[in-house]
Nanobody, 124 residues
Framework: QVQLVESGGGLVQAGGSLRLSCAAS????????MGWFRQAPGKEREFAGS????????TIADSVKGRFTISRDKPKNTMYLQMNSLQPEDTGVYYC?????????????????WGQGTQVTVSS
């Protein structure tokens, strides 16, 4: 099992930027891929992007492509989500997740462990 802790959320004005971090601990050698998801109030959880852990190859959801990027620091077992040009519709709780048991090529599924989430609020 992998424990995940998100940080970096907060309140930002529209057009601003935030960088979220997701620190992994525990059986980090089992990480196959990690992902970012978000959930706006009253809406279903939405995939934002993912990174295949070893090659570092990323996938970004069309809804945030061009504004969000994902990176990782392997020695620190930490994944990042850089969010630029934030808009009020980006408001929500952002979760990171790790796939550790079975590999799924679909970047949106297969996650075994989840963090508690960090709140991002974008004011207009």
């Amino acid at each position: 099992q992998v424990q995940l802790v998100e940080s970096g959320g907060g309140l930002v004005q529209a057009g601003g930027s935030l960088r979220l971090s997701c620190a992994a601990s525990g059986r980090t050698s089992n990480i196959l891929k990690m992902g970012w998801f978000r959930q706006a109030p009253g809406k279903e959880r939405e995939f934002a992007g993912s990174i295949i852990w070893n090659p570092g190859r990323t996938t970004i959801a069309d809804s945030v492509k061009g504004r969000f990027t994902i990176s990782r620091d392997k020695p620190k077992n930490t994944m990042y989500l850089q969010m630029n040009s934030l808009q009020p519709e980006d408001t929500g709780v952002y979760y990171c997740a790790a796939e550790t048991k079975v590999w799924y090529s679909d970047p949106r599924i297969g996650y075994d462990d989840w963090g508690q989430g960090t709140q991002v609020t974008v004011s207009s």
